[in-house]
């Protein structure tokens, strides 16, 4: 008999016709592991510019009003009003079920501006998937500034990776009813290019070092991203399918469509799994944590009994559904907060139950899943004041007979930050704990600051992050013998989660590009040597952890980098490279904060702070700076309204230049 969670899936008609022209079209132009070359144009299936003075097939979500208007126009002379809003996600839609095909690519266009008189807002794109009286939304393009004097574009890729029995795209904003214009929609089938079989496989590059995986979803394991997969690598975990909001979003109600498709495909192609995650304070469903009434569940005896046994009756049915298909589960997720004396985030499970959660979650899993891997997973585990306090708490857990065999570090990095040095002390801080460690969620974000914003990935930041793989991958080769597996955040640059966070942009932080085809990162691991050196290089803040001095007026640069940021907090780095002739041993660095943020820890030097005028010393051990040195701090701080970048930066006085 089957297991129960695998299920054949359902291509629509026209999908494997559609395919077959693709690969035809492209391969005719495009030769097979060209990098650079381009991807084929795409082509039109909709328009809608409303010069005919009809809606073509737009229409209101909900009791909105939809009409064809000459006020404004983004070509021609009419573009389509959407009036009488009275919730954010009303909007213009279009009816797609006729016209998308499951498995394949297209790009969605749009262009917005709010109506006369509004005040500015944010937009974004999404699409509407039915399936049997369910909906599901996927963003296309994130939040996007708008106002009412200037049309702004929308573009977006989309691949309907679902069966559906209703689909639609829709603009809607992100507060606020506010009247928008829409015009110039645009749907065109993009032809992805083949897959590149000329290539190592990374698999069979690491085959003696450690397992290689990517976080997936339904779009990762059709058409020919599921060949990608299936090349280049030998785990997989389910980015979102098995959390808590995925499988039980009401109490009792369990939904697997999603994690029995992905899981059934891994075991289907000889992919092993990693489970992520039983308990985490995000994408967890408020009934968790409230009574039957509504009422906030307290820390009174009661509660605590009623959450923990929903923790385990959770655990026993995810957990028990897919057996041996998964050998490792990422338990707990995120669970450390460096800025509390003791280590632990204030969560909802925490405030109820104190430590208990993790015991109960980690004793059910292992006695429902007896020879699983058990993990602890968190982000920022290269971050000193984080790594301690996470070695604390499983060294604690562990000694109390907790089962946590490993310890998972996320690893959302950038093409600056951590240093290497920073990662290998990670690595090094968990070995004489005993335990496992995997890397579980890496990703090298192009962007080093939250207000840069690159419609196309630069090159120089490109090669840059080729060698942040490089030396990254060559880190964990280094210590394959306690590393049992290394996983990347995604599949390809088409679908990465950093499109949307911290803010709506385009990001490129894995190994294969929009096209599906290896990138210079992907060289950096498998061959140095064929990284592409095209470009000038920026130095890689790795290979070469002295720049070179220059003379000249330029004496120091300062790069300012949020690593992290949520409501009311955020961590940041300072890197200042001494760009002069002399050397500024004893440092003093400066900077003003410009909206009344505040630094409430600071490691790797003293800081002190008056009002926005902030001053950091070095510690014992960093105070050298020679000529064409660096060094580098972080930084805890709040922030209020917002949290733009400092300013003033100066190095013994002397000004800074940024970058
Ligand atoms: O990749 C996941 C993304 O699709 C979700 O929108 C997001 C919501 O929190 O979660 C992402 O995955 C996170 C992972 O579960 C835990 N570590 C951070 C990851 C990125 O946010």
Known sequence: MRAPWTRRRRLLPGLLALACLATVAVAAAVPLSTPSARAADPVPVLDATFEDGTTQGF??????????????????????????????????????????????RYTLTVWVRLAAGESPGQVRLSVQRDSGGTSAYDQVVGDTAVTADAW????????????????????????????????????????????QTDI???????????????????RQIIGDQAVLLRRHFDTVTPGNALKWDATQPTEGAFRWAD?????????????????????????????????????????DPADKALLLSRLEAHIRAVVGR????????????????ENQSDGLRRSRWYEISGLDYLRTAFRVAREVAPTAKLYINDYNTNVPAKRDKLRDLVTRLRAEGVPVDGVGHQMHVNVQWPSIAETEAMLQAFIPLGVEQQVTEMDVSIYVANDESFPTPPADRLLTQAYRYRDLFALYRRYADE????????????????DTFPVARKDAPLLFDTELQAKSAYWGIVDPTRIDPTPTPTASPTASPTATPTTGLDTCRATYTVTNQWPGGFQAS??????????????????????????????????????????????????????????????????????????????????CTTG
């Not at 702004?152 to 606020?176: I, M, P």
Request: glycine content about 12%.
């Open 200 to 218: 190592p496989a990374l698999r069979e590059v690491l085959a003696t070092d450690f397992p290689i995986g990517a976080a997936i979803g339904n």
């Open 259 to 299: 994690a029995d498709t992905q899981v059934g495909f891994a075991t289907g192609n000889g992919l092993s799994v990693r489970g992520h995650t039983l308990v985490w304070h995000q994408q967890t469903p408020a009934w968790v944590f409230t009574d039957t009434d509504g009422t906030p569940l307290t820390s």
């Open 59 to 104: 229409r209101p979500r909900a009791g909105e009003t939809v009409a064809v208007s000459t006020a404004v126009a983004h070509g021609g002379t009419r573009s389509l009003l959407t009036s009488g809003r009275t919730a954010s996600w009303q909007g213009p839609a279009i009816d797609l079920l006729d016209e998308m095909v499951e498995g394949t």
């Open 322 to 337: 897919y057996g041996d298909a998964i050998g490792v589960w990422d338990v707990a997720n995120e669970v450390i907060d």
């Open 483 to 498: 590393l049992t597996s290394v996983t990347l955040w995604g599949l390809a640059d088409d679908d990465t989660w950093l």
């Open 574 to 655: 300072l890197r200042i490279t001494n760009t002069g002739v002399a050397a500024h041993d004893g440092w003093t660095v400066r900077w003003r904060f410009p909206d009344g943020q505040l630094v409430s820890q600071l490691w790797n030097g003293t800081v002190r702070q008056d009002g926005p005028e902030v001053t950091v010393t070095p510690t014992s051990w960093n105070s050298a700076l020679p000529a064409g040195g660096t060094v580098e701090f972080g930084f805890l701080a709040g922030w209020k309204t917002s949290n733009n970048r400092p300013v003033g930066f100066t190095l013994d006085g002397l000004t």
């Open 152 to 195: 702004v574009r929308l573009s977006g890729t989309y691949v309907l990776a679902h069966d559906v029995d209703g689909l639609s795209a829709y603009v809607e904003t992100a507060g606020g009813t506010a009247g928008l214009h829409l015009d110039d929609f645009t749907m065109a089938y993009q032809p992805t290019r083949p897959v």
